[in-house]
């Protein structure tokens, strides 16, 4: 079983940065695809960024390409989600989720065996 909990939400101008935490515990946490999610308010949750469990791929949706960077340290059971040019519309809870043995693909369009808790992120105009 694995837990998440995410940190690093805030609040930030347009055109700012944020990089947010996803902390893991549990094991062979390496085999996890890790993906960040969002849901703004009134809509549903939408995929944004996912890494595979060895880091050699990435998958970005289009809205964040190109000014997000998603990135793993296996050996601190950390995944990373640096948010660079942020609009407004980049407003909204974001989550991390795990599959296990998933690619970063997949982790798009599959359902995640885990789930943490959310963080706000709050981008003012």
């Known amino acids: 079983q694995v837990q998440l909990g995410e940190s690093g939400g805030g609040l930030v101008q347009a055109g700012g940065s944020l990089k947010l935490s996803c902390a893991a515990s549990g094991q062979f946490f390496s085999s996890y695809g890790i993906g960040w999610f969002r849901q703004a308010p009134g809509k549903e949750r939408e995929f944004a960024a996912a890494i595979s469990g060895g880091s050699s791929t990435t998958y970005y949706a289009d809205s964040v390409k190109g000014r997000f960077t998603i990135s793993r340290d296996n050996t601190k059971n950390m995944v990373y989600l640096q948010m660079n040019n942020l609009k407004p519309e980049d407003t909204a809870v974001y989550y991390c989720?795990?599959?296990?043995?998933?690619?970063?693909?997949?982790?798009?369009?599959?359902?995640?065996?885990?789930w943490g808790q959310g963080t706000q992120v709050t981008v003012s105009s």
């Open positions: 989720a795990a599959r296990q043995y998933s690619s970063a693909q997949r982790m798009s369009i599959m359902k995640a065996d885990y």
